[in-house]
């Protein structure tokens, strides 16, 4: 990647900021129509799980998970207090306990799947054209059954997990490990300077909240902020990279580029044609 020609750089950091968008907006619609500020982001993950395999034990969404049975078990008090999941007893062995959805939980991944649908459909066209810049096949079909839009979400989940993990341990070295500060570099190696303002708006964050990725960003020698004199007004600032956040920036464009293959095949269980 370091040896690329600048246009290619370009159209690779193009499919990167895309697909991060891209990545932001399905949390949001999960946390808008699973969520509803009454139950945390994390729990939206346990009650897509529960809708995926049926009635499950705490013990089995712990494993699946990955998660801490005690942050299992905070989880399900949320969501069953919100009235999402229901917890009985297993006919079967009735020290154990089984955990299901509610009539509620299933009309909320109902309102989901519809909104997935949607997004697919608007995000295909952006997609297809930042991916066909890097060269990669689009055309090919990823499987013979129709899938629903939560078997895809599922694997884009999937396949994206594995892109964090790999990216977060390439980046630590420059002391990024959140998604807002990759995004945040992502952006300015795109677009060129850009404003506080901007950031905010590309994140969903307040400017107060975009002031701590700032910071940080800055605290590790990856960015400055500078007054725009030339505007005749000192209180605009300007974010620009720094030579060690352009490489770093380098370092994330290498890694994505890399798992792009499987993230496209992921991304074409949302296709339509």
């Known amino acids: 990647m370091t040896g690329m020609p600048s246009a290619d750089r370009a159209a690779v950091a193009r499919a990167l900021v895309t697909m991060l968008r ?32 049926g009635p499950v034990t705490p013990t089995d969404l712990s494993a699946t998970s990955g998660s801490a049975p005690s942050v299992v078990s905070r989880a399900l008090r949320r969501l069953e207090e919100v009235g999402l999941v229901a917890r009985t007893r297993d006919p079967g062995d009735r020290r154990s306990v089984l955990v299901t959805l509610t009539g509620k939980g299933r009309r ?70 959140e998604f807002a500060d990759r995004f945040t570099l992502a952006l300015i190696f795109l677009y060129g300077e850009q404003r506080p ?20 960003l800055e605290s590790a020698g990856l960015i400055t902020r500078r007054h725009d004199v030339t505007a005749g007004d000192r209180r605009v600032v300007k974010l620009e990279l720094t030579p060690r956040g352009e490489e770093s920036v380098l370092v994330q464009l290498e890694t994505f580029i890399n798992h792009a293959p499987v993230l496209v095949s992921a991304l074409r269980l949302t296709w339509r044609g």
């Open 197 to 216: 303002t901007q950031i905010a708006d590309e994140l969903g964050f307040t400017l107060s909240g975009t002031s701590g990725v700032l910071t940080r």
């Open 108 to 177: 909320r991944i109902t309102g989901f799947s519809e909104r997935l649908d949607d997004h697919f459909v608007a995000s295909e066209p952006l997609l297809k054209d930042a991916f066909t810049a890097l060269g990669l096949p689009l055309a090919e079909s990823a499987a013979d059954a129709v899938v629903t839009p939560l078997v895809a979400v599922a694997e884009l989940t999937r396949v994206g997990a594995a892109y964090v993990e790999d990216v977060t341990h390439a980046l630590a070295p420059f002391s990024v490990h």
């Open 22 to 53: 891209y990545s932001i907006e399905l949390t949001q619609i999960g946390v808008q129509e699973l969520g509803r500020g009454e139950v945390e982001n994390r729990d939206v993950q346990f009650l897509l799980t529960v809708h995926a395999r």
